[in-house]
């Protein structure tokens, strides 16, 4: 930084005495100083452009803070989805969980209703059973009697003189 300084003072100085060389030589009709002087002036003129130009060029301080700015503005962006996802993940556990608890529950007391179900259809059961042995109706199977077959008449078939006469 103190050479750029240097050199653009080097180049104000020179700039200067182009102007000085310049003025003396028109004032003193001598062309030589005169080209001279302004020569140096736009050597001078061209050098303190080229600094000024390589100094913006050069000068990144501004954008490198908003870079940093933004790289910081990056990683707290990324830290938060980071912990939002793990949050989500975490519910997402939780969730399972308890549908699965439910689930176990619901299972648990279905089969507990269906045991229960299953116990009192054997009790039923049962107590059919002993009243019927009670009863005596399971000592010997009930004796078929042969019943009576009754002999229905056989119809004659009809003819057309009879069938007439039966519409008359």
């Given at each position: 930084?103190v050479?750029v300084q240097v050199?653009?003072?080097a180049?104000s100085?020179?700039?200067a005495?182009?102007l000085?060389a310049?003025?003396v030589?028109s004032?003193?009709?001598?062309?030589?100083e005169a080209i001279s002087?302004?020569a140096?002036l736009?050597v001078?003129?061209?050098v303190?452009?080229?600094q000024?130009?390589?100094r913006a060029?050069?000068d990144?301080?501004?954008?490198?803070?908003a870079?940093?700015e933004?790289?910081?503005?990056?990683?707290?962006?990324?830290?938060?989805v980071a912990?939002?996802?793990?949050?989500?993940?975490a519910?997402?556990?939780?969730?399972?969980?308890?549908?699965q608890?439910?689930l176990?529950?619901e299972?648990?007391a279905?089969?507990?209703a269906?045991?229960?179900e299953?116990?009192s259809i054997?009790?039923?059961a049962i107590a059919?059973?002993l009243?019927?042995e009670?009863s005596?109706?399971?000592?010997e199977?009930p004796?078929?009697?042969?019943?009576t077959v009754?002999?229905?008449?056989v119809?004659?078939?009809?003819?057309d003189?009879a069938?007439?006469?039966?519409?008359?």
């Amino acid at each position: 930084m103190v050479d750029v300084q240097v050199s653009q003072m080097a180049a104000s100085v020179g700039a200067a005495t182009g102007l000085v060389a310049m003025g003396v030589g028109s004032v003193t009709d001598q062309a030589g100083e005169a080209i001279s002087g302004s020569a140096l002036l736009l050597v001078s003129a061209m050098v303190i452009c080229v600094q000024v130009i390589l100094r913006a060029l050069r000068d990144t301080a501004t954008e490198r803070a908003a870079l940093a700015e933004e790289r910081d503005l990056a990683i707290a962006a990324q830290a938060v989805v980071a912990s939002e996802r793990e949050r989500m993940r975490a519910d997402l556990a939780r969730g399972r969980k308890a549908a699965q608890d439910m689930l176990d529950r619901e299972r648990r007391a279905l089969f507990q209703a269906l045991e229960e179900e299953r116990f009192s259809i054997q009790r039923r059961a049962i107590a059919v059973a002993l009243k019927m042995e009670s009863s005596g109706m399971l000592d010997e199977p009930p004796v078929l009697h042969a019943g009576t077959v009754v002999r229905l008449p056989v119809r004659q078939p009809m003819d057309d003189a009879a069938l007439a006469a039966s519409d008359d």
